[in-house]
């Protein structure tokens, strides 16, 4: 006689909080998921999740994003990682939307205080964006995780970031916004402590794929 397994119960969004930040820490790369196909923003998904990529995100200008994210936290064994989360969340209507969805984490592009007053409001982990050092110091002040330096490479990429961390080494950053695997490590040693890419972690194949996100994932923790 086998005995049914217990029913666990879902994560509160303070130990979702903490398994994301645990993410972010032990496997420090976001899988960004922009494309202008439903059916190709879940193939991406699926290829950042088979590739081990512990932090994905699905961004609002995917067409259908929000059923993307219902449909990907769905197929899921259990909870994460991977996390899934939403990212282009610019106001207040779409974080609410995002997290009805079952988004595990918001991303901002922009400062936006309606959305890390919604983020706080569900206790949830918290990526804002920002590019000047005032955003940034307001982002950080707002209660976000991670602030996101972001677009990076159109204004100086590593270069800038090193300059701008000179006045702010206390602020965690997320570093964005276009560049490839093999220039993690500059970003790296310029200050960020977690990378945002996306088509650019994908190879020809599945076995390119994992390694390429193998080799990201290596970069990033280093």
Avoid at 70 to 91: D, F, H, I, Q
Avoid at 130 to 145: K, N
């Amino acid at each position: 006689m086998t005995t049914a397994s217990p029913i666990r119960a879902p994560l509160s969004r303070r130990d979702l909080r903490s398994g994301v930040a645990q993410s972010v820490a032990s496997a420090p790369l976001f899988g960004v998921v922009r494309t202008e196909s439903t059916d190709e923003a879940f193939r991406q998904a699926r290829a950042f999740r088979e590739g081990g990529v512990e932090l994905i995100e699905i961004t609002f200008t995917v067409p259908g994003a929000l059923e993307v994210v219902r449909s990907l936290v769905a197929e899921r064994a259990g909870e994460g990682p991977p996390w899934l989360g939403m990212g282009t969340v610019t106001n207040a209507d779409r974080a609410r939307q995002a997290l009805a969805a079952g988004a595990e984490f918001l991303i901002t592009p922009n400062v936006a205080p309606e959305v890390a007053e919604v983020a706080r409001e569900a206790g949830v982990f918290l990526v804002i964006g920002a590019l000047t050092p005032s955003e940034i110091v307001t982002a950080a002040g707002l209660g976000a995780d991670l602030v996101k330096a972001y677009p990076l490479p159109p204004v100086g990429g590593a270069a800038y970031l090193a300059t701008i961390r000179q006045p702010l080494p206390d602020i965690p950053i997320l570093a964005a916004g276009g560049f490839g695997p093999g220039e993690i490590p500059a970003y790296r040693d310029a200050g960020a402590v977690a990378f945002g890419l996306g088509a650019q972690l994908l190879g020809s194949d599945a076995d390119s794929t994992r390694l390429r996100i193998a080799d990201a994932i290596k970069a990033a923790r280093s």
